[in-house]
């Protein structure tokens, strides 16, 4: 479980004195940044002021920002918590809370996250007529958190933590399109959300596509509970749970799933017609963007399989009730594996899969062995630093002719990995670097010779730069064949003197023929993120392309991005961290892009919005 923080919008100061400190819900609480689930997601914030409540073992922290009112400095900050949006007993007077980051002031609250709490904020002037308080916030829901079954002897759990990325977890069998019984491994793997979370999934948009989990015995495994959690990028996705089924032997099992958006409905597949009485739909519609947990348990009756199963969403309670439960009297299937489903287009993940006896003897469950945690791997090639024979470069097949234990990729010599390296001391203060293509504002493809150019810094220092403040505006590296270059990483530094703008580096670009590339970028003070950009495609949802960091103004900031073909799509992966501070250990941001994917290009900049924008130590190297 890791913290989750809001910023509530600008207070409005009352004319007259508040008597009462009660809150009048006027506005509406919203969060700074999107929360796709309560076990992951946003990053703490630097805090000027930490607030805790008396703390226990479930206690969770939850950050939130107060945005002042216009000409408005607060003498201090009021948070109120209840059980109901109604009933909010508890008054804390935080007293001065210094401006932090991103102009809010920032607190932390601690709640037991076993129960439902309601919680707004206010703050409040000093004055000589008495104090004035702010309209309160609306309060904001923090539902209980349901856990998961812990491991034991009589249940399976896995939250894919300890799987390196792209690979299949222990045990699990993905199957061909259109209900193939055939293995095919390459559909269904390990992914990486952009806090660092791993979860396992697909971007395939075949039709009817599966993955099961198949150990010795679960073939006749009966009488248990499948729940976890699911999330989509996309709400016309479809996504489903299968349980009892006789995968890969036969194309047989029940589904809990959500079609094209609509409500997750009960029904059985490849065998009769699922006759049950009771209800099979849960009348909960499936959003993109949004986790969901999920409970779907099989019992066998003495007059049939009970069938039951509730699904809600991350920030609502559990339903105390059963959504689905049906009485299915044929018993058509009373015995087998747990699985997913999907089809179509987007992402779909899953993540905290459980499985768990609903009868008094244990199932014959094997508890896998835990797997070490994923090491360090620098390049992104599939292989651990500690093992790679090449540590810098990528290179999965890890070659190495002479067997003299460095591999083939690192003998190379500078020349034939190196396809450019620039840092820009070579030229005077307003003057064009040789090969680079400046466009003019708008995504146009129009040369704007000028916008940028070499800069001469305070300390002497010669950067690439522009003081701009065009919207949109380019300047890419267009010699040297570098329209065909691919499989490539791109590395460098840069800096803007305003947040407020937007600065980047694009990749794998097709300027000046058309406006295709992709790019990580900051724009508006918002952190940086990895998208693709005049392509169409949108095979990245915002969770998996946001790095996390947040731009600073005034700040060097390092940056590392790779695109490598992958399969029918291309691969592209992000890291930036502030100059001065360790390299992050793995990847911030991994996106496959299998919709219409670029396959080469040149690198650029990116820029737009007030303040200068500067680069330097450019290198592009081959990666493969």
């Known amino acids: 479980?890791?913290?989750?923080?809001?910023?509530l919008p600008t207070t409005r100061w009352n004319d007259e004195p508040m008597k009462s400190k009660t809150p009048q819900s006027t506005s509406l609480l919203s969060p700074f940044n999107q929360c796709l689930r309560q076990r992951s997601l946003i990053r703490l914030l630097l805090l000027s002021l930490v607030f805790a409540l008396p703390v226990s073992a479930a206690d969770l922290t939850h950050t939130f920002g107060v945005v002042d009112g216009t000409g408005n400095i607060p003498d201090g900050v009021l948070v109120y918590i209840g059980t109901s949006a109604d009933n909010l007993t508890q008054e804390i007077d935080l007293g001065f809370v210094p401006l932090g980051e991103r102009d809010a002031r920032w607190v932390d609250v601690t709640l037991d996250d076993q129960l439902d709490h309601y919680v707004a904020v206010a703050t409040y002037i000093d004055s000589t007529s008495g104090q004035l308080i702010s309209e309160p916030s609306s309060p904001h829901h923090f539902p209980a958190v349901v856990p998961a079954p812990e491991p034991g002897t009589d249940s399976y759990f896995e939250d894919f933590e300890s799987y390196a990325l792209g690979s299949s977890p222990t045990d699990w069998l993905a199957t061909g399109p259109s209900n193939s019984l055939v293995e095919d491994s390459s559909i269904f793997s390990i992914m990486q959300l952009a806090d660092g979370n791993r979860v396992y999934g697909t971007t395939s948009k075949q039709t009817n596509i599966?993955?099961?989990?198949i150990t010795d015995g679960s073939a006749s495994w009966q009488n248990y509970e499948f729940g976890g959690?699911?999330?989509?990028?996309e709400s016309n996705a479809n996504i489903g749970i299968t349980l009892y089924s006789d995968y890969p032997n036969s194309d047989t099992y029940y589904r809990l799933r959500s079609y094209k958006g609509t409500s997750f409905?009960?029904?059985?597949?490849?065998?009769?017609?699922?006759?049950?009485?009771?209800?099979?739909?849960?009348?909960?519609?499936?959003?993109?963007?949004?986790w969901y947990h999920f409970r779907f348990r099989a019992s066998n009756e003495a007059s049939g399989t009970?069938?039951?199963?509730?699904?809600?969403?991350?920030?609502?309670?559990?339903?105390?009730?059963w959504q689905v439960d049906c009485m299915e009297s044929q018993a058509i299937l009373s015995a087998g594996q747990v699985g997913l489903w999907t089809m179509g287009s987007g992402e779909k993940v899953w993540d905290d899969l459980y499985l768990v006896s609903t009868e008094a003897s244990p199932l014959p469950l094997p508890q896998p062995e835990p797997e070490p945690q994923p090491l360090p791997d620098r390049d992104g090639d599939g292989v651990s630093d500690a093992d790679d024979n090449c540590v810098e470069i990528h290179n999965p097949n890890q070659a190495d002719t002479d067997s003299d234990g460095q591999g083939d990729a690192c003998e190379l010599s500078e020349e034939e990995t190196t396809l450019y390296s620039e840092d820009f001391t070579g030229y005077i203060d307003g003057q064009n670097p040789t090969g680079w293509y400046d466009s003019a504002a708008d995504n146009s493809l129009n040369e704007a010779d000028g916008n940028f150019m070499a800069m001469e810094l305070e300390d002497g220092n010669i950067v690439l730069g522009t003081e701009s403040t065009d919207r949109n505006i380019h300047s890419h590296y267009v010699v040297n064949n570098s329209s065909s270059w691919n499989d490539y990483e791109f590395t460098g530094q840069f800096v803007q003197t305003n947040r407020s703008g937007g600065i980047g580096v694009t990749l794998y670009s097709d300027f000046p023929n058309s406006d295709a590339y992709y790019r990580l970028r900051a724009v508006r003070g918002r952190t940086f993120q990895l998208a693709s950009h005049g392509a169409g495609n949108s095979d990245c949802n915002r969770a998996l392309r946001d790095t996390g960091v947040s731009p600073a103004s005034d700040v060097w900031f390092n940056f590392r991005v790779q695109a490598l073909t992958e399969g029918l799509g291309t691969r592209v992966q992000a890291m930036i961290w502030p100059d001065g501070s360790t390299e992050p250990t793995d990847w911030q941001t991994s996106c496959l892009y299998s919709t219409a994917p670029l396959t080469g290009g040149s690198p650029g900049v990116w820029s737009m919005g007030p303040g200068a924008k500067f680069w330097d130590n450019f290198v592009v190297k081959s990666v493969k």
């Open 229 to 233: 959690s699911f999330a989509v990028s």
């Open 306 to 321: 009970h069938l039951q199963a509730k699904v809600w969403g991350h920030d609502s309670v559990e339903p105390g009730a």
């Open 210 to 213: 599966h993955s099961h989990h």
């Open 265 to 290: 409905k009960l029904n059985s597949h490849g065998s009769s017609y699922l006759k049950c009485e009771g209800i099979t739909d849960t009348g909960v519609p499936l959003e993109g963007n949004r």
């Open 1 to 7: 479980m890791r913290p989750r923080s809001f910023v």
